[in-house]
């Protein structure tokens, strides 16, 4: 179940980083975005995984996403909430497990619509990052979105 919190957290993370400022014409913006989160629930056999985001451009918000499938293959649905709206997506990832009851995960994600400043977006992120032994999931998301 860590596996799939993690990776349910970095396709969560992809799409929080699509948060920046409403425009009247689509427009590319770099996200390098860092979330902090842990599983709070489960529903069937999916973790959901609730946190913050921060991005220096995208600003601060929240994230939840949900992680099912298996270590191999997990697959992730994500929403990411600021003030200025909110983005959706999915994507997939790898979970390895690390020594120390730990993981580290790799994946990548698409953002697929949103609302508010975000209404529209678009976008494809890489995602890294870690679970710590306790739960604490800490990822970093990387990549170009348009809105």
């Known amino acids: 179940m860590k596996r799939i ?5 970095a ?10 400022a409403l425009s009247a014409t689509a427009k590319s913006h770099r996200v390098n975005a860092t979330v902090h989160a842990a599983q709070v629930a489960t529903e069937g056999s999916a973790g959901v995984i609730a946190g913050t985001l921060s991005d220096a451009t995208l600003g601060k918000g929240a994230i939840v996403y949900k992680v099912s499938g298996s270590a191999a293959s997990a697959k992730v649905t994500f929403v990411a909430f600021s003030a200025k709206g909110t983005a959706k997506g999915s994507g997939t990832a790898t ?12 994946g990548s994600a698409k953002a697929t619509g949103g ?18 032994s306790s739960g604490h999931i800490t990822l970093h998301a990387t990549g170009s979105v348009k809105f």
């Open 5 to 9: 919190v993690m990776l349910g957290l």
């Open 11 to 20: 396709l969560a993370l992809t799409l929080a980083l699509a948060v920046p």
């Open 95 to 106: 979970i390895t497990p690390v020594a120390g009851g730990s993981f580290t995960f790799n």
């Open 115 to 132: 609302t508010g400043a975000f209404k529209g977006i678009t976008g494809k992120l890489t995602v890294t990052g870690t679970e710590d």
